[in-house]
Structures are given as C-alpha cells and as structure tokens.
C-alpha cells in the first residue's frame, strides 16, 4: 500500500498538476490565505460542519429506510427534510475545500490520498443522485405504508459507509507522503 | 532510559506504554484521528436536527419527544466514540494538551454543552407534553437551549481545530 501510494506521488509529480500548484501558490487568494494564520483552520471548521450537516441528513434518512427511526412521516416526507441538507452541506464542502486548495495546493494536488478521496467524493455525489431518485421514485408509488426494499437498505448503508472513508480521506491528506 | 522519569500525572499518561504506543506509531494517532471525526460529525449532525427540531426551524411535523427518541441514541453513540479516541489521543500527548488554552477552552465549552444539555433535560423537557407538536409557539427555554447548543457545539469544533494549529505555541 505505502509502496503504491508512493508511485501514485511520483507520477503526480510528473504531471502538470505541479505547474498548476505552483501557480495557485501566486495567487493573491493563495498569498491571503497563506499570511492569515486562522484562514485555513477556519475553513477546516466550515468543512467539518458541513460534514456534520450532511452525514447527520443522510444518517437520519437512512434510518428512515432502515425503519430504525423516523417511522411517524413518510419517506418522501423524510426525504424533503433532510435531502436539501445533504446537498447544501456537499455544496458547502466544496467551497470550503476549494479555498483549502488554493490555500496549500502542493499539499493537496501533489497527494495521492486526496485524488483518491475527490474519487470517492464524486463516487458519492453520483450514487446519491441516483439513490436519491430511485427512493423518492418507489415511495411515492409505493404510497404511505411502502417499506424499502433489501437494496435500498443495503444501499442506504453503503452511501454511509462511503461518507466515512471519504472522512478517512480527508484526515489521512494530512499525513500521506507528499 | 528513552522516556524520562514522569513528574506529575500528565507526563505519566504521556509516558505510559499506550501513550508512548499511540505517538510513536505511524497509523495509530491518524487513526484514532478519523474515529473522531466520525463520531463528532455524528453527535454534531444529530444534534443539529434536534436543535432545529427545538427552534421550530425544521422538522416541524415530528413530535419533540419522537425526535429526541430518534436522534438521541445516535447522539450518545458517536459522543461515546469521539470521547474514547479523544481520549487516546489526549494521552499520547498529554503534557501539551493541558497547557494549551484552546484545548482547555474546548474542555470548558463541552462542560458548558453538556449543563445546558442538563437544564433542558430536567427543567424545560418537564413540560414536554404542552408543547411537543409545537412549532411556533416553542417555549423560551426550549428556543434557548437549541440557540446555545448550535452555538457551544461550533465552539468546541473551532477549539478542537485550533489545538492542532497551536500545539507546539506552549511550554
């Protein structure tokens, strides 16, 4: 594993992901961020709150799914409660992981482990839309007493256990070999 | 002899087989790290919806008690992953934690989150069964605690982000 990552480093260092770091690091954005010692551990708390607002959504509508709680509203209902939550919170964490980026592009572009957590992100970012469509979808033919089925229980899980090494990611960016 | 002898507590935790274990190790401290986040982000986000809940923001439809019912096992859940690796990481370090004002300021913040978690519990969620399916008329203490609770539980995510930043500022 350490071995791949390290040959996953060498080649984003051959790439023109180098170039590109080194020019967001002379950006005037970059600079700011750069000389204002609180600017990233500010957006490092917007990002986790925003994780905190979306992976509570989409645990309090699996739950729904998984008939575990939220048994008095339907599911559509529980959908329009918490999925806009889901989406704000992602919007969120791509804003304020963007400025984490220009903040410490070399850290992050030049790092094996964040490509692979950007992979997971649209990973998510795209199951989501379908889960999300295929859910509200077969409740609402399904009408008030529809109960999910075993692949949307087992789906609903997964997209949760996604959200979690998708944390992992962002914590072991810190540490990966760059 | 690689560790010194300890002086005071702190310095015995730090200086213990498990402190010693968990900072000298490549995977542990990133470890316990990311089990941290995952159980703050579970208490935080599950806590949001009940303050909301509480605020008549959102969640209007669901009764007050249902929506403590629903959320709260999850709520004590992630705070007992987060406090267990928060502690293992406290431990591995432990010398540096104690002198550093932003871990102390999370320390207090988390006692205050935790009074105003008791207060409502005890005194205000008495009268629960006049205002569970409220939305506008939520009494004060209710709107009170969920105001205080957003606030205190982004101010222990700041201090705990800001000791990471700051733990070699202090000796």
Known sequence: ???????????????????????????????????HFWAIPIFQVIHILAIAAAFGAALMMSLRLLNIAGGNRTVPEVGRRYFPWLWWGLLTLVVSGF????????????????????????????????FQKAVVRRAETGGATWRASGGVRASAFLLLILWCLIMAGGRWIAYAPV | MMYPEPTNIWQSLEFSSLGIYIAESTWAFPTLETFHVIGLVTV????????????GLASGTVPVTRMSKDTLPWT???????????????????????????FLWKMGLLVLAGLNMLV??????????????????????????????LLFWIAVVFFGRAIGFTLGFYY
């Open chain 1, 99 to 130: 400025f984490m980026i220009v903040g410490e592009p070399v850290r992050e572009l030049i790092n094996p482990i964040f490509w692979i957590k950007m992979a997971l992100v649209i990973a998510l970012v795209v199951l989501t839309i379908g």
């Open chain 2, 44 to 55: 935080i986000g599950t806590i949001m919806v009940m303050d909301l809940r509480l605020l």
């Open chain 2, 120 to 149: 409502f519990h005890f005194l205000t969620y008495r009268t629960v069964t006049h205002w569970d399916e409220g939305v506008q008329g939520m009494p004060f203490g209710a709107k009170v605690a969920g105001v205080l609770s």
């Open chain 1, 1 to 35: 594993m350490g071995d791949l990552l390290f040959n996953f480093t060498e080649w984003l260092r051959s790439t023109m992901l180098v170039e590109l770091a080194l020019w967001i690091s002379d950006t005037s954005l970059s600079f700011w961020i750069v000389t």
């Open chain 2, 76 to 102: 004590w859940a992630g705070f007992i992953l987060a406090a267990i690796t928060g502690g293992l990481l406290f431990i591995s370090k432990a010398s540096s934690y104690v002198i550093n004002p932003y």
